[in-house]
Structures are given as structure tokens and as C-alpha cells.
């Protein structure tokens, strides 16, 4: 864990390095997802696998290198940090249930059906069982 | 808009009402003004920052929606009482059940738990207050206001009527014309904040301001219960922020989230309505199941058996409870796989509440128990709450559902459990730390009417309804015919249902009668069994500043161990110190009431009112952003003398 | 309250009073919060990806060029804005204005970039009430300009009262909480980046 005053010390004076390396490599991550959707030709799902990787790995720079997530506010406890950091990966995983959930039961068995256009349904592949279910139509 | 468009007319109950709400207010400003109580609501009320006054206002406004959702139930009853009643007609049976779900949920068990925990929970980990007193009181205030907001959809526009979950197209525009619906997004969207913040202020509060010593695991269990609602309330009620305006925005201005036109898809809306409603499920029963844990521990004078256990039961619900939703909406269809999944994750979370009843009655196993009355609610829960459990695992097989959905067994179970879980805790908790709030104990006679009233009430009131589930009755009908045969059942329900009303009138009598009669408590331990700190006072109930120097914690029960060590809880006079404390503040009620301006201007699509309520909201922000609000000090002095110490 | 005020030269300003610890760590659980509820509109968003209805699909209207300038923006302000806190611990009072005012020009610019790019998709046939589509599109990334605007208007509030009140445990801390806030908003951002823009292109390229 990481205490305020190391980082302190650490960046006393002269360029901020951490900031300058999250800086970069932040515009390298968004560089290289643009890379990845426009030139590389992978399938749409590897191709959003690898972009959403991607997004997770600079949101870590941002709350690392940025925000001092695991800095705690007290000398010689780390609680603070540790609260903070759970907190956050908590939310991701809430994250993950909120938006993978949603679009998992919302794109199954009629839900995808209802009355509109769904052209681009066999895009979408978020569930194996669609083709059985394409019998159902009415 | 007419005024008779603006004011609900047309029906005599509602005229009745109109009238009562308007003579209690005449009733109160009379009062006020009479006795001259202004400046006191004003200074000990309106602005105070301290948890245990805003744990109170919080108590009282639920005991207030209780009545009103309570009325609400017994109409319905009433209605439902013989075949082809005429007493209400369908649309006024509609709002009716929609107020009572929602009032019920957000506007009752909510506060009366919130209420609970801010009295009870900064003393029992031995805090001044907190994390962020000036927070708890937007918290309350917010609350009150969306409630308020919510409630007066009954005389002024027209009450909701699209069911406490809202469910999409039936809500939207064309189906649910005019300003009820909006009432419905606007007051809940007003008292949801208040909730996020209570959920923030809280779990800061039990993870920093315990008192010395206090390690995680020596924490009490009700604290513990807290703690993991409070995780749960912060990561849950964004979702139902982010569906409440989405719908808004449906409404209001157009949108097609969730509209047939557009290609709008409804059942988005249940899918993240109940990604909030089932979270809150368990927000609203694990404070029950801590305080059930403090009192059958306290009167079994027993240590909780297997703490360990019940802690990390609740620690994986504050996780689990996020994975089991789609078991509300089985039969929307989303194929078998969806459904197979979400019946198993549901009857796995069975498991770590079953893990909690064995742990409950080995606590009692050879302990000496008192049956006070919160100890007979704690024991009515555990029974009742059983029949709500298994019943809950019944639906959640997927199959099976099919034949429960939407009938009065589901109604039945729901009941089951949150009337056994959350209304028997918060008449439980009330009692069991009644003496903490007010320095003296409601009458224990009378008491045990209550209970035993209340619990044959509530039984007769919904075990009939169980079978007219599985006769098939479906749930939200205003009427049926006499050839269906389900009469004389639906009579009886509304027997047990008046009951249980003849019950609450009791609990109130016993406010009065305790207020004159009751012999006053002159030691904090007021049921001389306390166990944590909130017993731990010099006083029955504390002084502003809780506790005049903060106790330090060896064990778990502090108390408990206190008392083995022969150590008084009157603090050494050498020790007192002068002590920081918060400043009132009028600003959060202030805030409040902008809110309400802007609610309602958005209610009736007066998009200048909403506008104006929002800018007060912003200058309330930046002028508690500029204020320097360093606090007070509260000097030694005052602190002996309230302690009644002497040199 | 209990009141420990930490006095040790090293350690950070904002950290030195009781208060300032405690809303701190308030903060992040707010974050936390956040998440949740921007999780819910990535969710909304990505459900009615295909309901476009007989409005415009994103392929036609989303243009990458603008995109970029906005996440450039937006990226470099939050660059800027830890700068501005590292000379904030320095307790160099001048560079922290220097570089919060620069993140506050980015992020108007990010704003001014949004609002050009929300009024071209209006003037082209795509408006909060066209389709599912659309609306999930605008309440996203409109809740998240929104954001960013009360983020300018906040953070300029605190600044006046560094300037009138010095750096102190009190100021230092909202200073903190506000650079927390921001950098969050980039956050957000990238994920909108991601499953908004590069997410719809990809998938209605088909």
C-alpha cells in the first residue's frame, strides 16, 4: 500500500513521473483501441474484448497513478486505502453484473423477438441459445 | 388546468379526507402558535444535526406512513371482503394498492430502519455522531419531502395507479395519463437521494468512527447488519436514480426508453427495476435480522451463537443480493437458460439466511430468557418468517412460478416475509431502545396486546390468502365473482387485516399511556441485561455529545465485559475533556423544500417551477459549499454538569 | 467528534484534519456510487443498441474525428489536473491554479466540442425523442457532459475560496475531492469511448 508520504517525498520537487507515465500511456491505450477497431479486421467479438480490456486497463491507470486510490489518509494503517481500493473493485463488479446481466437476459428468448427489426441480432452473439429459439417467432 | 383538475373531487372518501388532513394541520399550527413552540421546533427540530433527533423525525414519519399505508390495506380489504363489491371502483382500487406497496416499502420500512440505525448505531460504536452530521439531516429532509411529495398526489392531481413496480407501457403516457405517475417518479427520485446519502454517511461512520478498540469483529451485530445495508444501498439505488429518470425522461420529454413506439423496450424497465428491487429486498431486512440478533441475545443473556458465521453470511448477501433479480419476472420469458440460472443463484441465497434461524435458536438454547415484548416479536418473527422462506423457495423454482406468478400466494409470501422480518424488528427495535429515546419504557401489558393481537391479525389476515394463490386468485383484481368461491377465504382475510389495524390502534394508545404513566428510567441500562454501548450511557437517554469521554473497547458485548470488571460507566472527572460537536443547520430543510418546489413544478410539466426549485437547490449547495461550519465546542464545565459530577 | 488533528510536516494537507479524512474517504464511496449509476446507463445504452427505428443509425451519424478531440481533451485535462494536485502537495499555490485553470479551459473545450456535436446529430435527424437508440445515446453522454459542467462550476467555486482562504487542511481537502471527481469524469469517459463510440461503429459496421 502506498503511504502519502512516500509519494510525497518521492515527487518533492521536479516532473511528476507518475503523471507523465499515465499520461502517455493512456494515449497509447486509446491509440491502440482505435488500431484495433479500424485496421486490424479481427471479428466484432475480438475485437470488443480486446477494446474493453483496453478501457479497464486505463481506468486502472487513472486510479492509480492519478487519483492515489490506495494512499491512506493515516501513517501506519492501511485501512483507507484497502477501503477504498474494495470499494472500487466492488463497483466493478457490480459494474460487470449491471451491464453484462442486463444485456444477457434482455437479449434471451422472446425479449429479443418483440416486435422490431433485428436484423443484426446474429452480430450480437451474446447468447448461445439464440438459434434454438428462432422457431418462436410470431 | 381548472382547479377541479388540480384538486382530486368526486369521491366522498376522499372529501373525508381532505377534511381530516386539514383540521390536523389547523390542529398543529393552533398548538404551535399557542403554546408557543416555534422557536422550539425550529431549534431542537427543524435544524438539528444530531443523529438521535433525526433518528426520531425519521421514526415518527414512518409510524405516520404506516397509519396511511395501513388505511390504504384495509380499504383494499374492505373491497375484497364479498364478490362484486361496489365500495371502491376499479381506478381508486388501483391507486389504492400502489400507494400502499410504495408507502409501504419506501416510505415506511426504509425510514423505520434508517430511523433505527441513526439512533442506536454512532452510540452502540461508541461515536460523538456520524461521519457527516450536516449530510444526515439532507438525508432526512430529502426523505420527508419525497414522501410529503409522494403522499399529496392523493387530494392535488390524482394518485399513481400503474402498482409499486411501475411496470412499462401500462405507465407511460397513454396508458397512465396526467400528473399521478409523475408523483411517483419525482417523490421517490427526491427520498432516493436522501438513501444514497444515508448509505454513505453510514458506512463511513462504521468503518472510521468506531470507538477505540472496536475491531471489526468485535463490532455488534446489528452494527454489522448496518454496515453491509449500507453497501448494499450505495451500489443498488443509483440503479433505481438512473430507471426513475430514464422513465421521467419518457414521460416528460419524449424519450423511448421504454415506450411501445420507437422501439422502446418495456421490459428493460423491469429488468432494472428489480436490479434495484432486489437489493432492496435485503436492504430492508438484514437491519431486521441484527436487531433480532441484539434482542434474543440480550434476553437469552447469552453471547450470539456462532457470530462468525452470521457475519460472513451477511458479507456474501451484500454481493449475492445483486446476482438474483430476474426471479421477479420469470414468466416475461427470456428463455430457459436465463431462468435456470436465476432459479438456482436464487434458492442458493436461502442458504445463508437458513444459517441465521439455527443461529438465532442456539443462542436461546439453555439460555435464561426473558419474554419481554421485543423478545416475543423476536420469537413471532422467527416462526412467521420461516413460512415467508419456504414459500420464497417454492417460487424460485422457475417451473413452478409459472403456476404462483401474479396470484395471492406471492402476495401471501411477500407479506410473510416482510411484515415477520421488517414490521416485527421495527416494533421490536422500537420497544426493545424506546427508553434510549425517550428515558422511559412503553408499557409491557399493554405491549403484549399488541403482540398477540397483531400476530393472530396477521396470520388469519394472510394464510388464507396462500390458498386463494393456489386457487388462483390473481394479485391487484378490485373485485371477483361469487361463482369463483373464493368469498368466505377473502373474508377471513379481512378480519385477520382488521386485526392487525386494531392492533396498531393499541400501539398508539400505548404511546399515550406510556408517555403519562410509565415510571422514568434513571440508569442507560435501562432493561439491565445491555450488553453493547448504547447501554452504556450515564444517562437513560444520552446528552448531546453521547458519551462525555469515548469508552474504550476489550471485548465483544463492551458491556458486558464492563460489568464482569466491576467498571462503573460514570466517566472520571479527571478525564473530561471539552468536546467538539457540529453546528445546527437550517439549510438542509431549506434545500428540502426546493426540492419539493422542483419536484412538483415537474409533476405538472411547469418547467419555470422546476427551474426556480433547482436554482434554490444549487444556492443552498454553494452557500454550505462557502460556509466555514467549523463547529463548536461543548466546554468541560457543561460536560460535568450534565454529568453531574463534582469536584 | 474525535478530533486528532495529524501535525507532521509530511503529510499532505488534506489529509491533516479529521474532517478532511472522513470526506475524503466519503467520496470515494460516492464514487463508488457513481459507477453503479453510470454502469445502469451503459446498460440501458448497450440493450437498445439496435433500436434504431426509423431514425438515423450511429454508423451514419458518428464521426470519429470529433470523438478524438473530445477524449484528447479530456484526457489531457485529467493530466493536467494531477499536476495541478502534485504542486498542490508542494504547497505551491500558484502552479495549482496555473494547472487547474488550464484543466478547466481543456474541459470547456471537451463541453463546447459535446454541445457542437449534440446540436450537428439534431440538425441531422437524431434527437433525444427518435428512438430507443438515440435516447439511450443522450442521456448517456448528456449525463455525462452534465457532469463535467457541474464539475467546471464546482471546482471554479473552490478555487475562489483557496484564493480567499489559503491553502488549508480544509481547502486542500475539497481541492482533493474535486481533482478525485474529475479525474473520475475521465473514467467515465473512456468507457463511453469505448462502449458508446467504438462499441456502436463496430457494430452497426456489421
Given amino acids: 500500500m502506498a503511504n502519502p508520504q512516500d509519494s510525497l517525498s518521492r515527487e518533492h520537487g521536479g516532473i511528476p513521473w507518475k503523471h507523465v507515465i499515465g499520461y502517455i500511456l493512456s494515449i497509447v491505450l486509446t491509440a491502440l483501441a482505435l488500431w484495433v477497431t479500424f485496421e486490424t479486421g479481427f471479428s466484432t467479438r475480438t475485437i470488443l474484448i480486446i477494446i474493453f480490456i483496453f478501457a479497464f486497463l486505463q481506468a486502472a491507470l487513472q486510479l492509480l497513478m492519478f487519483m492515489h486510490m490506495t494512499e491512506s489518509s493515516e501513517k501506519n494503517n492501511t485501512l483507507t486505502g484497502k477501503t477504498q481500493t474494495g470499494n472500487i473493485l466492488f463497483a466493478a463488479f457490480i459494474a460487470i453484473v449491471i451491464v453484462a446481466g442486463s444485456v444477457w437476459v434482455m437479449g434471451a428468448g422472446h425479449a429479443k423477438h418483440d416486435h422490431h427489426k433485428m436484423e443484426m441480432d446474429h452480430d450480437m452473439k451474446m447468447d448461445g441459445d439464440m438459434k434454438m429459439d428462432h422457431g418462436d417467432h410470431k | 388546468m381548472k382547479w377541479d383538475e388540480f384538486f382530486v373531487t368526486g369521491d366522498p372518501l376522499i372529501y373525508g379526507a381532505d377534511v381530516s388532513i386539514g383540521l390536523t394541520v389547523i390542529g398543529i399550527l393552533f398548538y404551535l402558535t399557542y403554546f408557543k413552540k416555534w422557536q422550539w421546533l425550529w431549534r431542537e427540530w427543524l435544524t438539528t444535526v444530531d443523529h438521535k433527533k433525526l433518528g426520531i423525525m425519521y421514526i415518527a414519519s414512518a409510524v405516520l406512513m404506516l397509519f396511511r399505508g395501513g388505511v390504504d390495506a384495509l380499504l383494499m380489504r374492505v373491497q375484497l371482503a364479498t364478490p362484486d363489491s361496489k365500495f371502491?371502483?376499479?381506478?381508486?382500487?388501483?391507486?389504492?394498492?400502489?400507494?400502499?406497496?410504495?408507502?409501504?416499502?419506501?416510505?415506511?420500512?426504509?425510514?423505520?430502519?434508517?430511523?433505527?440505525?441513526?439512533?442506536?448505531?454512532?452510540?452502540?460504536?461508541?461515536?460523538?455522531?456520524?461521519?457527516?452530521?450536516?449530510?444526515?439531516?439532507?438525508?432526512?429532509?430529502?426523505?420527508?419531502?419525497?414522501?410529503?411529495?409522494?403522499?399529496?398526489?392523493?387530494?392535488?392531481?390524482?394518485?399513481?395507479?400503474?402498482?409499486?413496480?411501475?411496470?412499462?407501457?401500462?405507465?407511460?403516457?397513454?396508458?397512465?395519463?396526467?400528473?399521478?405517475?409523475?408523483?411517483y417518479l419525482l417523490g421517490l427520485q427526491i427520498a432516493g437521494i436522501g438513501t444514497l446519502l444515508t448509505g454513505i454517511n453510514f458506512l463511513v461512520t462504521i468503518l472510521k468512527m468506531r470507538a477505540p478498540g472496536m475491531t471489526l469483529f468485535k463490532m455488534p451485530m446489528f452494527t454489522w447488519s448496518a454496515l453491509i445495508t449500507m453497501i448494499i444501498i450505495v451500489f443498488a439505488f443509483p440503479i433505481l436514480t438512473v430507471a426513475l429518470a430514464l422513465m421521467t425522461f419518457d414521460r416528460l420529454f419524449g424519450a423511448h426508453f421504454f415506450t411501445l413506439q420507437g422501439a422502446g423496450m418495456d421490459m428493460l424497465w423491469a429488468n432494472l427495476f428489480w436490479l434495484w428491487g432486489h437489493p432492496e429486498v435485503y436492504i430492508v431486512v438484514l437491519p431486521a435480522f441484527g436487531m433480532f440478533s441484539e434482542i434474543i441475545s440480550t434476553f437469552s443473556r447469552k453471547v450470539l451463537f456462532g457470530y462468525k458465521a452470521m457475519v460472513w453470511a451477511m458479507v456474501i448477501i451484500a454481493g449475492y443480493s445483486f446476482l438474483v433479480w430476474v426471479h421477479h419476472f420469470f414468466t416475461m420469458g427470456q428463455g430457459e437458460l436465463v431462468n435456470s440460472v436465476f432459479s438456482i443463484t436464487t434458492m442458493i441465497i436461502g442458504i445463508p439466511t437458513g444459517i441465521k434461524i439455527f443461529n438465532w435458536l442456539f443462542t436461546m438454547y439453555k439460555g435464561k430468557i426473558s419474554f419481554t415484548t421485543p423478545m416475543l416479536w423476536s420469537l413471532g418473527f422467527i416462526v412467521n418468517f420461516v413460512i415467508g422462506g419456504v414459500t420464497g423457495v417454492m417460487l424460485a423454482m422457475a417451473a413452478a412460478d409459472y403456476q404462483y406468478h401474479n396470484t395471492y400466494f406471492l402476495v401471501a409470501h411477500f407479506h410473510y416475509v416482510l411484515i415477520a422480518g421488517t414490521v416485527f424488528s421495527c416494533f421490536a427495535g422500537l420497544i426493545f431502545w424506546y427508553p434510549k429515546m425517550f428515558g422511559y419504557k412503553l408499557n409491557e401489558a399493554i405491549g403484549k396486546w399488541v403482540f398477540w393481537v397483531f400476530n393472530i391479525g396477521f396470520n388469519v389476515c394472510f394464510i388464507p390468502q396462500f390458498i386463494l394463490g393456489l386457487d388462483g386468485m390473481?394479485?391487484?383484481?378490485?373485485?371477483?365473482?361469487?361463482?369463483?368461491?373464493?368469498?368466505?377465504?377473502?373474508?377471513?382475510?379481512?378480519?385477520?387485516?382488521?386485526?392487525?389495524?386494531?392492533?396498531?390502534?393499541?400501539?398508539?394508545?400505548?404511546?399515550?399511556?406510556?408517555?403519562?404513566?410509565?415510571?422514568?428510567?434513571?440508569?442507560?441500562?435501562?432493561?439491565?441485561?445491555?450488553?453493547?454501548?448504547?447501554?452504556?450511557?450515564?444517562?437513560?437517554?444520552?446528552?448531546?455529545?453521547?458519551?462525555?469521554?469515548?469508552?474504550?473497547?476489550?471485548?465483544?458485548?463492551?458491556?458486558?465485559?464492563?460489568?464482569?470488571?466491576k467498571q462503573d460507566v460514570k466517566p472520571k472527572i479527571e478525564d473530561i475533556k471539552k468536546i467538539h460537536m457540529p453546528d445546527n443547520s437550517g439549510v438542509p430543510f431549506f434545500m428540502a423544500s426546493f426540492f419539493f418546489v422542483a419536484g412538483f413544478g415537474l409533476v405538472f410539466e411547469w418547467y419555470w417551477m422546476g427551474i426556480v426549485g433547482l436554482i434554490g437547490v444549487f444556492i443552498t449547495l454553494i452557500i454550505r459549499s462557502f460556509d466555514k461550519n467549523e463547529g463548536y465546542y461543548v466546554s468541560e464545565e457543561e460536560i460535568k454538569e450534565t454529568e453531574r459530577l463534582t469536584v | 467528534m474525535a478530533h486528532a488533528e495529524v501535525h507532521d510536516h509530511n503529510?499532505?494537507?488534506?489529509?491533516?484534519?479529521?474532517?478532511?479524512?472522513?470526506?475524503?474517504?466519503?467520496?470515494?464511496?460516492?464514487?463508488?456510487?457513481?459507477?453503479?449509476?453510470?454502469?445502469?446507463?451503459?446498460?440501458?445504452?448497450?440493450?437498445?443498441?439496435?433500436?434504431?427505428?426509423?431514425?438515423?443509425?450511429?454508423?451514419?451519424?458518428?464521426?470519429?474525428?470529433?470523438?478524438?478531440i473530445e477524449t484528447f481533451l479530456l484526457l489531457t485535462s485529467s493530466f493536467t489536473c494531477g499536476i495541478a494536485i502534485h504542486e498542490m502537495r508542494r504547497r505551491n499555490r500558484k502552479g495549482l491554479f496555473i494547472w487547474m485553470i488550464i484543466t478547466l479551459a481543456l474541459g470547456a473545450g471537451f463541453l463546447g466540442y459535446e454541445i457542437y456535436e449534440f446540436v450537428t446529430y439534431v440538425h441531422e435527424g437524431a434527437a433525444l425523442g427518435t428512438s430507443a437508440f438515440w435516447s439511450g445515446f443522450f442521456v448517456i453522454v448528456g449525463t455525462h457532459g452534465l457532469h463535467v459542467t457541474m464539475g467546471i462550476a464546482w471546482i471554479t467555486l473552490i478555487l475562489i475560496q483557496v484564493a480567499r482562504r489559503g491553502l488549508t487542511p480544509q481547502t486542500s481537502a475539497k481541492v482533493f475531492i474535486s481533482s478525485l471527481y474529475w479525474h473520475f469524469l475521465d473514467v467515465v469517459w473512456i468507457f463511453i469511448f469505448t462502449a458508446v463510440y467504438l462499441t456502436g461503429m463496430v457494430l452497426h459496421n456489421g
Fill in chain 2, 88 to 183: 371502491l371502483d376499479a381506478q381508486h382500487y388501483n391507486e389504492i394498492f400502489t400507494t400502499h406497496g410504495t408507502i409501504m416499502i419506501i416510505f415506511m420500512a426504509m425510514p423505520f430502519l434508517i430511523g433505527l440505525i441513526n439512533v442506536v448505531i454512532p452510540l452502540q460504536i461508541g461515536a460523538r455522531d456520524v461521519a457527516f452530521p450536516y449530510l444526515n439531516a439532507v438525508s432526512f429532509w430529502t426523505f420527508f419531502i419525497g414522501a410529503m411529495l409522494f403522499n399529496i398526489s392523493f387530494v392535488i392531481g390524482g394518485s399513481p395507479s400503474a402498482g409499486w413496480t411501475s411496470y412499462m407501457p401500462l405507465a407511460g403516457n397513454e396508458l397512465s395519463p396526467g400528473p399521478g405517475q409523475n408523483y
Fill in chain 2, 474 to 565: 390473481p394479485r391487484r383484481v378490485y373485485t371477483y365473482s361469487a361463482a369463483s368461491g373464493w368469498g368466505g377465504l377473502n373474508m377471513l382475510s379481512t378480519v385477520g387485516g382488521f386485526l392487525m389495524g386494531i392492533a396498531f390502534l393499541i400501539l398508539a394508545y400505548n404511546f399515550y399511556y406510556s408517555f403519562r404513566y410509565s415510571e422514568r428510567e434513571n440508569t442507560g441500562d435501562s432493561w439491565g441485561l445491555g450488553r453493547t454501548l448504547e447501554w452504556a450511557t450515564t444517562s437513560a437517554v444520552p446528552p448531546h455529545y453521547n458519551f462525555a469521554v469515548t469508552p474504550t473497547v476489550t471485548a465483544m458485548d463492551p458491556l458486558i465485559q464492563m460489568k464482569r470488571d
Fill in chain 3, 11 to 68: 503529510t499532505p494537507l488534506e489529509y491533516q484534519s479529521e474532517t478532511g479524512r472522513l470526506n475524503i474517504l466519503g467520496f470515494w464511496v460516492f464514487l463508488g456510487a457513481e459507477i453503479a449509476l453510470f454502469s445502469t446507463l451503459f446498460a440501458t445504452y448497450l440493450v437498445l443498441m439496435y433500436r434504431t427505428a426509423d431514425g438515423p443509425t450511429p454508423h451514419e451519424l458518428f464521426e470519429l474525428k470529433g470523438v478524438l
